[in-house]
C-alpha cells in the first residue's frame, strides 16, 4: 500500500510561483501512474495534470496549460508540481493521487488508486 504525503503549500501573490512535493512510502511507486488534483471551497474536485511511470508524458488540464509543469524522482519517490504565473483561481486544496494499474492514468479519479491528504495553496491578489 502506498501512501502520499503533499508539502509545499501555503500563500502566495498572483504571478508567484509555488512548488508542491508530493513524498510516497511503499515500493510500487517507481510503476505507478500519478496525478494532481486540485478541490477549491464549494467545488468539485479538478483534475491538474498527470504524468506516466517514466516522467516521459504529463498532460494538462486547459487552465493550467504552460504555466504548471508536473515532474517526478523515482528515486526519491517524489512527484513535483511546479506551479508559476499563479492566479487568484488557482485557490485550492492540491491532491496527488497514484494508480497501481495504469501508466498514464489520465484526468478521471475514479482510475486512481490512492490519495494524499491534501496542502493548502492560496494565492492573493
Known amino acids: 500500500q502506498v501512501q502520499l504525503v503533499e508539502s509545499g503549500g501555503g500563500l502566495v501573490q498572483a504571478g508567484g510561483s509555488l512548488r508542491l512535493s508530493c513524498a510516497a512510502s511503499?515500493?510500487?511507486?517507481?510503476?505507478?501512474?500519478m496525478g494532481w488534483f486540485r478541490q477549491a471551497p464549494g467545488k468539485e474536485r479538478e483534475f491538474v495534470g498527470t504524468?506516466?511511470?517514466?516522467?516521459?508524458?504529463?498532460y494538462y488540464a486547459d487552465s493550467v496549460q504552460g504555466r504548471f509543469t508536473i515532474s517526478r524522482d523515482n528515486a526519491k519517490n517524489t512527484v513535483y508540481l511546479q506551479m508559476n504565473s499563479l492566479k487568484t483561481e488557482d485557490t485550492a486544496v492540491y491532491y496527488c493521487?497514484?494508480?497501481?494499474?495504469?501508466?498514464?492514468?489520465?484526468?478521471?479519479?475514479?482510475?486512481?488508486?490512492?490519495w494524499g491528504q491534501g496542502t493548502q495553496v492560496t494565492v492573493s491578489s
Open positions: 493521487a497514484g494508480s497501481y494499474r495504469l501508466d498514464v492514468p489520465g484526468r478521471n479519479p475514479a482510475r486512481y488508486d490512492y
Open positions: 504524468i506516466n511511470v517514466s516522467g516521459s508524458t504529463t
Open positions: 511503499g515500493r510500487t511507486f517507481s510503476r505507478n501512474g
